[in-house]
């Protein structure tokens, strides 16, 4: 698909709503296009706005135009917020075409009339390239003269502004640049990539004081919220002891309903009406806690942060990377995000970490921690026969912000996918066989102590014996170290910055072999230390027996996001490690005196 143009032309007022016409005319050059453009989707917040389709059409290559007629333009509600009457104003308008095929021409014209700015007296926008080939893409901007417009851009050129009529516009044209691919675990193309921001907010403090006079109100403390507080924290003095029973209850309590606050506005229902409902959007989780947590006399405010993998915050002040809010408790210096209801309160999703973010309650910045405690604890054994048959068992101790996330996830497996897990895993590694998961108490909720589970059974072709063979030397059946190392190999070289995982693992495996077996050969150990890295294989063999001890701690001290030039540093490591991990050891088991030869 090639992008012919597209032209966006606001005209805003002094309050801070608008209008904008966007027109938009793409050219298919592919089949695979049309799957995604024969249907163009808007979405918006009917309470807020408005979108009127003025003119859509398909262009033949003949130059013979199809209108898209009245019938072909759908209004539909979100499905993520259908049954949930609070949030219904959120719909999208779906414009069909007609007769579409390889190297037509799609055309649509639209406005968008925002009624009331999202906050009053301000105006912002972000606009960043399509990755398709675009011939044009231009923005202009028709303000009131005494409105002052601030930019941040890169890839794009700015023309004179003009005046008229006590009013400027604005104009930036996008210089047509070829746009690399995403690279595996890249940050978000914001922080690195280019874009066009411009905004009158003097500064992210106003973001947030404006964000906190439209949505205090809704954390109000009513009878019901103030009783059911006293109620969870009954017994506990401790304010951080208070905070937890607080948030645990509400994650576990209040179901998620996604809204966000850039489409879905930025004030909150009220927390009463959370608490009677029991489902809420960020934004009314983090009501609630302010109301639950102010009736036993805990302090808290909303924090606005970007939930995802942008890190960056442009020097001009917008909304637009601020797609989730959370709850800062400045007494105890602790955030809270209620919404993620697979981690105990004390822990952050990884998305919320390393990041920037507005105070609301004070207009001030803050900054959510870069690492939090996380352990994996694996024990592999495996017992070989004189045949090739195997019986195994794994265990996996999950400790830190692993408990709470991997004991969800074991709940939410149903009886048939649990029935056939162990035996899935081998079929994907070439081993037929079956076993069971030991699931544990999953129901515990006396977090804070590790979650534990067991996968054990039998694998019937383990190892083709009699005879010689190699044996991958592994110290994990499931969820290992592995997988984290490997997943470092999914780019050699790269140009954008990217994530930095952070692991601590810890794995020993122990291989029992028959009785006239002989191990002929063993991996050698391995020892790397470096800023990135510090792992250690060991291979140890006593009688009849190989034990492996692997370890790994991963990340960059300070931050989640690497370099290109991280990169480069890490790869001997990285190679040393997988080359590690792709390693054999050698048994040997002979044959047994007038045994036939084995059919496996």
Known sequence: MSVLKNLQHFVVQRDGSYMVTEETLVQLNEQRAIAGEAQRQFHFNRTLEDVEIDEAYTEKPDGRRIAVLPGQIKLQQEPAYAGAPMFQDMQIKTLIYAEVEVGDKLYSKIRRKRSSA??????????????????????????????????DERGYLAS???????????????????????????????????????????SYGTIGLSYDRAAKA?????????????????????????????????RKNIRYVAVY??????????????????????????????????AVGI????????YGSAYKLSPVAHMEPFNHVITYIPGLDLYIDSTANNLAVGYLPFWDLDKQVILTRTGTMGHTPVSQSGKVKNVYTVQIAADGSAQFRFTRDNLGVWEEEIRTEIQNWNKNDQSRFVENLLKANGIKGSGTVDAGDPDNTNTGKGYQYSLHGKGE?????????????????????????????NETTRT????CYENDFEEQASYQFPQNARLLAVPPDVDIASPYFQYHARFKQTEGKLVIERSLKSGKAGTKVCTPEDQLAMQADIKKM????????????PDLPGASASAN
């Open 261 to 294: 606050i850039g489409n879905g506005g930025i004030e909150p229902h009220s927390a009463e009406s959370i608490l009677e409902n029991r489902y809420g959007d960020c934004k009314d989780h983090v009501a609630l806690m302010e109301a639950m947590l102010g």
């Open 578 to 589: 997988v080359r590690d991990l792709r390693s054999q050891f050698i048994l040997q088991v």
């Open 160 to 202: 004179p502004p003009e005046q008229h009529e006590n009013r400027t516009v604005y104009r930036w044209d996008y210089l047509p640049a070829d746009n690399a691919r995403i690279e595996a675990d890249a940050v978000a193309y914001s922080d690195y990539g280019q874009y066009l921001i411009v905004s009158t907010f003097d």
């Open 118 to 151: 999202q906050f009053s007296g301000q105006f912002y926008d972000r606009t960043t390239p399509y990755f398709n080939p675009t011939k044009q893409q231009t923005l202009i901007y028709d303000l009131p003269a005494d409105m002052q417009l601030k930019v």
């Open 496 to 499: 954008q910055p990217f994530i």
């Open 299 to 306: 302090d808290s405010t909303p924090a606005l942060i970007n």
């Open 461 to 489: 072709n383990w190892a083709y014996l009699p005879g010689t063979v190699g044996l991958v030397a592994a110290s994990s059946l499931y969820a290992g170290l592995w997988n984290q190392v490997f997943r470092m190999t």
């Open 218 to 250: 809704a954390a109000k403390a009513t009878p019901h919220i103030e009783a059911k507080a006293r109620e969870l924290v009954q017994g506990s003095s401790d304010p951080r002891d208070k905070a937890h029973a607080i948030g645990n209850w509400v």
